[in-house]
């Protein structure tokens, strides 16, 4: 996708922004936006449905402030870091300027005018923020290195995901006074009481079946489904889905793949973006982990994902 026209880019980030990241707000989100907000001082950053544990620690352990909800509008321009949907980052303020910077495989519908920042083989929106900072005269400092270090460090992975240009970015990073143990040290974290209990219940709740040469684990949960559909992958799973429901019906649902199966050819985000075509909601992710949100039955809308997760898994066995 073509960058967006550099004076038109550069006249949005004179205004007054307004940093805005993704629900659950992970690493490379907060990161990114904490470096951002670094490098243009007076920027705000808002998120409009929480953190994640280890977004919520890297705010807390750099001392910096994320308000809870946005303003219902915006004079100046709205910047939505690591986001491919405005869904996923609902409700979106009203804003006449807006620039979303993003990694995800399949960017969704936003405002029309919207400038899009968007590297679909970014392995992480830090690295794509690494370069358009470069690209915009801002000498990177230690305040964003090693913010930014951590999200490239926390979404690929711990670098098993990692590309040439991740490791060049880290370079970068590091050379600019990021310091690579206390990146991985601001993404260290005791999980509470709390979220190890729910791993564990979601664990009782594991079904899994040989598709072919391939392991699928499924599982429900009351939160957590990333780490949740993370960890079932670290116990052997070459697919994992996790999937909750609350009581107004809302249903999340994460999914993570092995380098095996990636490299096999499986692709999650177009899996659960065909669902969300198929049922409403909205998709989005890469390769080895893609999410989907949508209202209904959260066991009924797992069996469906997991229903094309195992027509593909026969595929990719019939083209092997």
Known sequence: MPDPDPAALEAALARELLLLVHHHADADSVGSAIALAAAFPGARISATDGLSAAGRVMAERLEVEIEERPPESWDGTLIVVDT???????????????????????????PAGTLLVHESTAKST???????????????????ALPLLAGV??????????????????????????DPREAMILLDRVRPQAQRALFLKAAQRLKFSQEGKWLLATTRTGSFESGTARLLVILGADVALAASGNKKGQVRLSSRASSAIIEAGLNLAQLLETLADEQGGSAGGHPGAAGFQAQG?????????R???VAKLKSLDEGA
């Open 84 to 110: 491919s949907n405005p869904e996923h980052c609902a409700p979106l303020p009203e804003c006449e300027s807006v620039v979303v910077i993003d990694h995800h495989q399949t960017p969704g519908k936003w």
């Open 126 to 144: 830090a690295e794509i923020m690494t370069r358009l900072l470069a690209q915009l005269g801002v000498v990177l400092t230690p305040e964003m």
């Open 153 to 178: 460090y926390a979404d690929t992975g711990h670098f098993r995901h990692a590309t040439r240009d991740s490791f060049e970015v880290a370079h970068t990073l590091a050379a600019a006074g990021g």
């Open 297 to 305: 039955d959260p066991d009924a809308l797992l069996a469906m994902a």
């Open 307 to 309: 229903q094309g997760c």
